[in-house]
């Protein structure tokens, strides 16, 4: 097959928007383009990959497949440009990092802004992604290494411990258990609870945590971001439990922070990801340099 670059882009954004006018948008190209290239592309590779009519496009049977190795080849693409940018100085270059939400407010915020201040020229492309979204975005190359909490290493992905931080009750200060010093994790489970949507790393190791104990946690409402997690708890909703690095957030917050006994035993776990045998940008190198110092510093 004589398969082109730009055909793996076209067909990539038409089957992620499943619609000629979204995908021309997303791959900066006419529609009357993406129709040719994709219409190239089919010839290719011997068999229709989209059935289209005058209100959709719908993949057919093996476009997924044909997904999944274009974006490995695409991925190798863009990994390959983010080593060369920035190959000799840090004057210019790109560093792309993914981790969720409330990782990037409180665990690494402080050396993003640390290395921004000192390599101003390098851009830095940040993504505040689920657990499953920071995966796929290292595997596909979109940036050089994600933060996540794991309960099982993805395929083709190499991956290291990197922090373990503990976990803590949060509270509203006029919550029962706010004048307590410690709580046991058999009290929280006599209260109602905020928690993120088990997309993310944080309510996962917690489901597991509970799992462990014999425990049930009362998920009276679930949230998709940290601030509206807390913005639920200073109204009084419900407790949660959240990990060290969110805890400055949580009392700038006016919240009230609880030790739990035994929860450094059970350590929440992050780890880096990044893609095998890709070769960091000295950006992205010195970046990593400087945020696994910061981290043990920090632990």
Known sequence: MNVTLKQLRVFCALYEQRSFTAA?????VTQSAVSKLCAELEEE????LFERSTRSVTPCDGAADFYAYAQEVLGTIRAAERSMSGLRSLERGLVGVATSPLM????IGEPIRAFHRKYPGVKLDLYELSTDDTIEHVRHGRVDFGIVSLEEAPEHLETRPIYRDTMFAVCAPDHPLAQEASVRWKDLADHDHVALRNVYAVRRSLDRQSA???????????AGLLTSVFSMVQGG???TVAPGYACDFARQLGLTVIGIEDAH???HELSLIRRRNARLSLAAETFLLD?????AARG
């Open 24 to 28: 021309a948008r997303a791959a900066f």
């Open 45 to 48: 590779v011997g068999q229709p």
């Open 265 to 267: 035993r059970h350590g």
């Open 104 to 107: 990037m407010i409180g665990l």
């Open 237 to 239: 909703l419900g407790i």
């Open 291 to 295: 945020l696994t110092a910061y981290l």
């Open 212 to 222: 462990k104990l014999g425990l049930s946690f009362p998920y009276r409402v679930e």
